[in-house]
């Protein structure tokens, strides 16, 4: 019985060719384009993801409350050594660590270029730092007690000629502030422009060269034990630092995230530009979903006489119903195969493209199986929900006026 | 003739009410979201637009570091008195000022801190002129200015004036509010700019700034150049002969020179790129839209290929029965376009009330002439080339079969 339904549908939608292909086509842009920006978009979310997908999950990091910007920006109550060994002794920290963050100039082979040095802490404070970032040097060595007049630098510095006109590597002299550095070492490539970038220097050479007070922080690393349970201890710590620096809850003029949290912040921004763009390109499957509602009511007008037929020779209102509406969820959900390819192949054409453009990897395609079958069955719902209206009307048709019906 | 066939093409639409309006929905509903995303960009650029007329194109920044990738008030470079004094030297240069800029902590009464930007203005009476020019025609609304001989006082943006948006309760003139813990008197307003950071800004004197922050140095210097000079000319003659003069060479300029045009420009242009995203991605369904039309058309020609045998026997050239055609799908389209244009419209209206609620009063739409026509013009085309292919195939048919045709 239904494979002959089946027949019946696919015989009328055959002999009307065109129409059927142009209310296809309706569908399968639409779902072209909505498959293809959903996998730029996931695309997207993944890269920026995997920029803070290097950091550990038994890390903390506490900054005072301050304005737009780095750590540290506008801080008026800064963090300083009271909230450090107040977070050290914490059940369940492993060890703490302060850094500063100073902007500035970096000259080489007479270029310039602006951005950020991060201090490095000594002694057992600088294993946790080292361990907070997960460093290791890709050329030269890491950092040690008393290097003073050494820097360590981002991969980027090494990998991007653009930047001084040739690579930095470890033994070259840079200077920074105007001041000459030696660059020991290259650290690894995190993938995450803010590490690539960045310059490390031991903590007492960056206050000296920028004349920082000796116990301000900018930011606070907390390192927890192994399997701690890192939710209690983020709010042991908040408690403990509320205490020192004298404010109720809910009115912290400080904050301890875990770098889970970081990332949360960064995705629902993300999420919302996101839906915006879907909202709109899901207007077009909209306008296709009317297509079909609109070949269907024709299909209804045209067969109003055979409709008549089969009622009087015994087809009952559901199978009339059935018939019409299996007709337009066929042509939604073929719609919405050839449109997964389609979109398929354009957000990868896409990320191709930008690839070769940009040369980064911020324009990716993350087509997921799910998003391939929740738009096949996204456009078989838009297909029948859009039939639903003209199959009801055919189903309710009375057989004697139908029949009359003149064509 | 156009008239008949305008009345023939308008009751055959209205004989198929349904399709008619199905196909008109489809077409509306694209026009809708592309009138309203452009009219959104283009109320952004005219607020810009207006902004640099107030403020004229004669003006210069020089800017520590690699210009405005810094957040205000935490660069290691800054300017001094003897570099605002030297600039102002610089032939063609007319006026020049210097800024003051700093993330601070600002509270009021119990309420909860906030951390705004705290500007230091000069009052010198000739660079206060500039400073006015600088504001965009953004003026004191309530209260005075800052004046010379002024410490302790500033003057406040607008959000400070709306309860609930910065504190509780909104400030008033004489209001004392303490910034890094200094109590400082409000003796002014500012007029909303629109944008969120902007309108939450506090100023104060250099004098008054010196004392909180115990920061003399500046952030920015900004300029006038003099009358008939060109405003791009002047900036490179500042960037070389203020490298010299800081023994910088070239290429490691630790500060950058731009023209006001110039910053303009880059803001402008990547706020049009990205509404000319949203406009592709809207487009989308337009195509879907010109797509429905072209079915819809088929059928009707389908339907009505005695009618054009009857036509065709009667004497109407091939040319007449595609002009009734074409027309037809056009009407479809710019009826569909007006709709779409009074909705987008409204939407645009509510969103603009909705940005407002937000403090960003810089995000209105701005209905132009041309978007309007445009609009229309563009949804009569889309419609009428969409009936042009089953149009031309309706004025090839022979007579004889259309009329047998059953």
């Known amino acids: ?407 | 003739m156009i008239k008949d066939i305008l009345k023939y093409s308008l009751s055959n639409l209205w004989n198929r009410k349904l399709r008619s309006f199905l196909t008109m929905l489809s077409i509306l509903i694209g026009i809708t979201a592309i009138f309203a995303l452009i009219s959104f960009g283009q109320g952004l650029n005219s607020w810009i637009d207006g902004f640099a007329q107030e403020m004229g194109t004669d003006k210069v920044f020089i800017m520590p570091g690699g210009g405005l990738s810094n957040a205000p008030g935490t660069s290691n470079i800054k300017f001094n008195e003897e570099d605002l004094d030297f600039i102002r030297k610089i032939k063609g240069v007319d006026e020049a000022t210097a800024m003051m800029a700093i993330s601070g902590k600002v509270g009021y009464k119990d309420y909860r801190d906030v951390y705004p930007f705290i500007i230091g203005l000069s009052t010198e009476s000739n660079e206060m002129r500039l400073i006015e020019e600088m504001f965009g025609g953004i003026g004191i609304m309530e209260g005075r200015g800052l004046k010379k001989g002024d410490v302790l006082k500033a003057t406040a943006g607008y959000s400070y004036t709306v309860p609930n948006r910065l504190f509780k309760r909104e400030l008033s003139i004489g209001s004392k509010v303490a910034i890094n813990d200094v109590e400082v008197e409000i003796v002014g307003f500012y007029e909303e700019v629109g944008s969120p950071t902007d309108d939450a800004q506090l100023y104060l004197s250099q004098e008054g700034f010196e004392e909180i922050f115990d920061i003399e140095e500046f952030e920015y210097i900004y300029m006038r150049v003099a009358p008939g000079e060109d405003p791009s000319m002047i900036a490179d003659r500042i960037k070389e002969k203020f490298r010299k003069y800081k023994g910088q060479k070239e290429g490691e300029e630790d500060f950058t020179v731009q023209t006001f045009e110039d910053i303009l420009e880059t803001f402008t242009s990547i706020l049009l790129v990205l509404n000319g995203v949203l406009v592709i991605i809207a487009l989308i369904s337009v195509v879907v839209a010109a797509v429905n039309i072209m079915n819809t058309m088929y059928t009707s020609i389908l339907e009505r290929t005695k009618e054009i045998g009857v036509m065709k026997s009667i004497g109407a050239r091939n040319e007449f029965i595609l002009l009734v055609f074409v027309t037809e799908s056009g009407v479809l389209g710019f009826l569909g376009g007006l709709i779409g244009v009074i909705l987008g419209a409204g939407f645009a209206k509510i969103g603009g009330m909705a940005a407002s609620a937000f403090g960003l009063t810089m995000i209105q739409p701005d209905f132009p002439c041309w978007l309007i026509a445009g609009c229309l013009i563009f949804a009569f085309l889309v419609g009428s080339l969409s009936g042009l292919i089953p149009a031309i195939q309706a004025s090839k048919l022979n007579p004889v079969d259309a009329l047998r045709y059953e």
């Not at chain 1, 494979?3 to 059927?20: N, P």
């Not at chain 1, 946790?128 to 950092?143: F, K, P, S």
């Not at chain 1, 969820?329 to 070769?356: D, E, R």
Request: no cysteine; charged share 25%; hydrophobic share 45%.
């Open chain 1, 1 to 407: 019985m239904k494979s002959y339904y089946f027949k019946f549908v696919l015989t009328s939608l055959k002999s009307r060719r065109i129409r059927s292909w142009l209310t296809m086509i309706g569908i399968f842009i639409g779902i072209a384009a909505v498959v293809a920006l959903i996998g730029l978009g996931e695309g997207l979310r993944e890269a920026i993801n995997s920029q803070f997908g290097f950091l550990g999950t038994d890390i903390l990091s506490i900054t005072a409350s301050g304005g737009f910007g780095p750590p540290g920006t506008g801080v008026v109550d800064p963090l300083t050594d009271k909230e450090l060994d107040a977070a050290r002794k914490v059940p369940g920290v492993e060890g703490v660590a302060g850094r500063i963050l100073e902007s500035g100039k970096l000259v080489f082979n007479k270029k310039v270029a602006f951005g950020y040095s991060a201090s490095m802490a000594d002694g057992k404070s600088r294993d946790i730092l080292e361990h907070i970032l997960n460093m290791d040097v890709a050329r030269g060595r890491l950092l040690e007690d008393g290097d003073s007049g050494r820097v360590v630098l981002g991969y980027d510095f090494y990998e991007d000629d653009e930047l001084f006109g040739e690579p930095i590597d470890a033994g070259d002299k840079v200077e920074i502030l105007d001041k000459e550095f030696e660059v020991i070492g290259i650290l690894e490539k995190k993938g995450n422009f803010q590490i690539d970038r960045t310059v490390f220097i031991n903590e007492d050479d960056l206050r000296d060269l920028v004349g920082r007070p000796d116990d301000e922080y900018d930011i606070i690393g907390v390192q927890v034990v192994e399997n701690a349970d890192i939710e209690k201890i983020q709010a042991s710590i908040e408690k403990e630092l509320r205490k020192i620096r004298d404010v109720d809850e809910g009115e912290e003029d400080f904050s301890v995230e875990t770098p889970a949290n970081v990332v949360e912040s960064v995705n629902s921004i993300l999420l919302g530009v996101q839906v915006f763009v879907y909202v709109i390109a899901s207007i077009s499957l909209l306008v296709g979903g009317i297509g079909i509602m609109n070949t269907m009511y024709t299909a209804v007008i045209e067969r109003t006489r055979d409709i008549g037929i089969m009622k009087s020779i015994g087809a009952k209102n559901s199978t009339i119903f059935v018939l019409f509406f299996i007709e337009s969820g066929l042509l939604g959900s073929v719609g919405g195969i050839i449109g997964a390819l389609l979109g398929f192949a354009s957000a990868k054409g896409f990320a191709f493209i930008g690839k070769l453009v940009l040369g980064s990897n911020l324009i990716s395609a993350q087509i997921s199986p799910q998003l391939i079958i929740g738009a096949l069955l996204f456009s078989f719902v838009v297909g029948s929900f859009f039939g639903t209206l003209p199959a009801v009307r055919a189903s309710k048709l009375n057989p004697v006026d139908a029949l009359s019906q003149r064509k």
